[in-house]
Every structure is written in C-alpha cells, then in structure tokens.
C-alpha cells in the first residue's frame, strides 16, 4: 500500500472538515445541545439513536489511537493528528448539526440529504484512517475504526432508503392533494352552473298581437 495518498487525503480531510464545520450563520454548531429524537419519523428515531452510539465508539476510537508510536516520519504523524483532530470535531457537530436539523423535521428531503452527504464524507476518510493505522500503526487500531466504520456504512445505507420513503411519500401526498384539488374544482364548477339565473321571454302586447294574427291566418277555411 502507498502511504503517500493516504497521508494526502487526510490532510486534504483536514481542510474540508474544517469548513463544514460552521454553520450558514458563521458559528460553530458544536455549541448547541444534543437533540432529543422521541418525536422522530418512523424509523428515524432507531437510526438516530444507533448513530449516536457509532458516533460515541469512534470517537473514543480515534482517542485510542498511539499515533505518536506510528511507523512513520514526524511530519506525516504531526498531518495525520490534526486530520484526526478535524474528524474529532466534525463527529461532535453531527448529531446537534445535521442529525438534529433531521430530527426537527423529520420528512424534510433536504435535511435528510445533508445529514447523508455528511456521513459519507467522515465513512469516506474514516476508511482512510483504518489503512493508515494499519499501514503505520498496530492492527488492532486498524480492527476497531474498520468496524467503525463498517457500521457507519450500514447507517448511511439506512438513512439513504428513509430518504427515498420519505421522497415517495411526499410524492404520493402531492398526487393526492392534486387530486383533491380537481374534485373540488369541479364541485365549484357545478355548484356555479346550478345556481346561474336563467333567461325568461315575456311575451309583450305587441308580441301577442302577431301571434294572434299569424292565428287567424293559418285557420283553416270550412267549405259549405
């Protein structure tokens, strides 16, 4: 394996981390409490919950870590601690962040897709910090944060099938409100006709007149 991509990406890591973990207001969501997720959509409050507990173990993972024992050269450990250290501070800002925005509202697609996007970039260079700890590292520290993420990875396929039930529902209420709409359009269109006032021909004196006239005209004629 090339240790010299895997130092890269997680210095790259370190730089990406570090600016999606400010909020569109410019502070630091870090600061917010954590979430409560009883109030959660069907199914989202499991997936919430086992997110908090993979979030927790790698976190005490990463902690773990002797990368100062590492079989690597001083620059490279000091790039991969402070990549550690932005994935530190990214896995702290998911559950009050995106995971809680998600909470909030629950059949939110766009909530649900940040929180998706979110969790595949920490399972994308929590990949690279296994190959890194087996690479320089003891194998048990390749061991535990291969199974961390592991389970991340069974979390975020979890999350992508709630999105899509959440879409087809959306989906569904949207045909069905349209549905409404035409039938009570057309109840309306009816009510309309029903109650429009309708046209009477008076005939006036005049009027009777000639159809007097226009009588005695075509009266037939009796012959002795």
Known sequence: ??????????????????????????????????????????????????????????ARDLNALRIDRWKTENAQKQQIIHATDSLQKNLATIMPGPAGNLSAEPRSVIQSFRLYHNLNLVYEFLNEFADAAGSFGRQEEHNTLAADAASLDRLRHSLAKYTEQTANLLEADLRESKAREAVLAARLTAAMQAGAPRKVVVDGPSQAKKSRKAARKTSPVNMP
Do not use: H, N, R
Not at 15 to 32: H, L, M
């Open 1 to 58: 394996m090339k240790t010299t991509p895997v130092i890269l990406t997680l210095a790259l890591f370190a730089v990406v981390t570090a600016s999606a973990q400010t909020d569109p207001t410019g502070t630091s969501s870090a600061a917010q409490p954590a979430p409560e997720f009883a109030s959660a959509g069907p199914g989202l409050d499991a997936i919430l919950q086992d997110l908090q507990g993979v979030i927790d173990a790698t």
